[in-house]
């Protein structure tokens, strides 16, 4: 029998979208600003995932060079038609509106082809989009109608839907307007199914916030029109205290043993009210029940977290495929070369309050969390830090005589400092569980910065970690914890990092 772990992929994976291939799942998930971007995850049991590439992997494939904080690579879904895999993407105040395509989810991936409006002009002005084929082979495209450009950005138009011609990536229609939910804001993440001859139209609604869940209206055409399901919405934490909230943005697949399921977002608060999310939203999955009328039911996200793990990362010939950087590819950052079995970052003067700092990370994937370090900063200034982006980070920084604890929270910073006798040093940043104050947490966590000098560990500083939460920041992101340097040569000898959700 299956175990459903829950989160399905730990840490930052927004978004979810799964296909099934034969006897494998595929998953692919969000990246904002971050490169290499939208992960594929393979799993054959749902159970174990493994991380086997990414779809964006070369400069052009996404525009995120310069694109502001939170925009991006949002929202994909992924299917598989005729030995091909699909994707589609919006990349948000970048190219716009891309389909890719690959025969190996592992990749290589194409290089992205924009989806045009009718006219060929311009890319289809919407996120989250669908992809769907029917009996016919007719393609349909269908997404949210948020206006990303123009004199009226911002403006939402609903669920909207264009028949596309996917040889020439041109839009056969102008939109149309389609079922957009039961008055929830932000109606999103369409997804369009066939089962048992009827089109099953399901969406996001009520903000990707604490209001999110997932609604599902039926016709008998892809087109529409769509009747509403009575029991709408089908999936939602809102007004509960479940340890699961903000569940939303699903997409249903058949698991093993033929039983339905959903994939979809959430994130996991803690403290007193469950009101800060440190790792951000993270993938979920849920059992799927067809009722005698038709309708599917979707059960409330139970937390099932795995068991704790341990990641020593080596330095060899490459880096593994789980570290990521900002609007760049690790590969500009990380010299693997200049000194074998070590990682060399290039400082050029950039700190992690710049839009694209030499910092290389890996996500957050436990609440419970201890990053450890060792470090050379005697030709360099730099260190180690979690990142939630320009404005939110905590680092502990070394030069060749100083280290420096540092909280940078939306423009406020405070340092703490001490000597040290330089060269090799260890580094520390551990996310650990808060005291109860009066019987009750009163944050998500606490971070703790420290350094072990002279075989005795000394903590530098300890940070409220409801400041490096997505509600704090208001990120569509999660925790990354990395290394960075920020002038000179900051050389990396070992990472361990040791992490559970008790």
């Known amino acids: 029998m299956t175990t459903l772990y ?155 839907q264009v028949r596309v011609d996917l040889e020439n990536h041109v839009a056969l229609e102008e939109p149309r307007s389609l079922w957009s939910g039961t008055g929830g804001q932000f109606p999103e993440a369409p997804h369009l199914y066939e089962v048992d001859s009827r089109w099953y139209l399901m969406i996001a609604e009520g903000g990707t916030e604490r209001g999110h869940g997932i609604s599902i209206a039926r016709s008998h055409s892809p087109e529409g029109p769509f009747e509403a399901a009575p029991q709408n919405p089908l999936v939602s934490a809102r007004s509960t205290i479940r340890p699961v909230q903000n569940t939303g943005h699903g997409d249903l697949i058949i698991g093993p043993g033929g039983d339905w399921l959903c994939v979809l977002l959430g994130v996991r608060p803690r403290s007193m009210t469950r009101a800060f999310s440190a790792l951000g939203r993270e993938t979920f999955v849920t059992p799927v029940r067809w009722e005698a009328d038709g309708w599917p039911a979707i059960d409330p996200v139970l937390l099932h977290p795995r068991p704790g793990t341990r990641v020593e990362v080596s330095f060899d010939e490459k880096l593994d495929r789980e570290w990521i950087a900002v609007r760049s590819l690790p590969s500009a950052h990380a010299d693997l070369s200049a000194q074998p079995g070590r990682l060399v970052l290039h400082g050029d003067g950039s700190t992690l309050s710049d839009p694209r700092p030499v910092f290389v990370g890996r996500r957050q994937e436990h609440l419970t969390n201890a990053v450890t370090v060792r470090l050379d900063a005697s030709a360099g200034v730099g260190g180690l830090a979690v990142r939630y982006d320009e404005r939110f980070h905590v680092e502990i920084e070394a030069d060749a005589v100083t280290l420096t604890a540092r909280a940078v929270i939306g423009g406020l910073v405070q340092e703490w400092t001490t000597p040290y006798p330089g060269g090799a040093v260890d580094l520390h940043l551990d996310a650990r569980k808060p005291e109860a104050t009066g019987g009750l947490p009163r944050t998500s966590d606490v971070l703790h910065l420290g350094a072990t000098i002279d075989g005795e560990r000394i903590d530098l500083a300890e940070v409220d970690g409801r400041f490096l939460s997505s509600e704090t920041t208001e990120s569509f992101t999660g925790r990354v914890i990395g290394v960075y340097a920020v002038s000179g040569d900051i050389v990396v000898d070992s990472w361990v990092a040791v992490g559970d959700d008790e």
């Open 6 to 160: 829950n989160p399905l992929i730990n840490g930052f994976h927004p978004d979810p979208s799964v296909v099934k291939v034969g006897d494998e799942w595929f998953l692919a998930t969000s990246t904002f600003e971050y490169l290499p971007g939208i992960p594929i995850h393979r799993s054959k049991d749902f159970e174990t995932w493994e991380l086997i590439g990414h779809v964006a992997t070369r400069v052009g494939q996404l525009a995120v060079e310069d694109i502001p904080t939170g925009l991006g690579a949002w929202a994909p879904t992924i299917r598989h038609r005729d030995s091909v895999f699909h994707l589609v993407i919006t990349d948000a105040m970048g190219r716009g509106m891309l389909h890719f395509t690959a025969t190996d989810a592992a990749g290589p991936w194409s290089g992205g082809d924009l989806i045009l409006t009718q006219d060929g002009s311009r890319s289809v002005d919407g996120i989250d989009p669908d992809i769907a084929w029917d009996a016919d082979g007719r393609v349909y495209i269908t997404y949210s109608g948020l206006l990303l450009g123009g004199p009226e950005i911002g403006k939402h138009l609903g669920i909207l």
